[in-house]
């Protein structure tokens, strides 16, 4: 053996113990969806923030009235269960769905 050479161990990702190229941690977000979604809360604050919420929700555009319950139905959860005593409300996409509808036919368009 050449003294110059000097052997170095080797460690493989499949010996047990073994912490090198686990990945990124269940769970935990991408770099590319943390900036995109820092990037559209920093425009939210820009625009107004709730304010600008409460206009879109208002807004006599229909357009704007759409988008705002589009952003609803993307926040509330698809499912609720609630209990008050011996009656249980159960709500759930198709009922968010009839609300909306029925909120554009209030407005007539």
């Keep these: 053996m050449n003294p ?4 170095i161990p080797t ?14 941690p269940k769970g935990s977000p991408n ?10 809360l920093e425009a939210f604050e820009q625009v ?4 600008y919420l409460v206009k879109m929700a208002t807004s006599p555009s229909a357009e704007d009235r759409r988008i705002f319950g589009a952003l609803l139905a993307r926040v509330l959860p698809t499912e609720a269960q609630a209990s008050l005593g ?16 029925a909120s554009v036919k209030e407005t007539g368009e």
């Excluded at 110059?4 to 052997?7: A, D, K, Q």
Aim: hydrophobic share 30%; charged share 25%.
């Design 86 to 101: 011996p009656t249980k409300i159960e709500i759930g996409w198709s009922h968010r769905q009839a609300v909306f509808e």
């Design 48 to 51: 107004g923030g709730t304010e």
């Design 4 to 7: 110059l050479v000097e052997v």
């Design 11 to 24: 460690r493989t990702v499949f010996q047990p113990g073994n912490k090198i190229g686990t990945g990124r």
């Design 31 to 40: 770099k590319v969806t943390k900036t995109i979604r820092e990037s559209i």
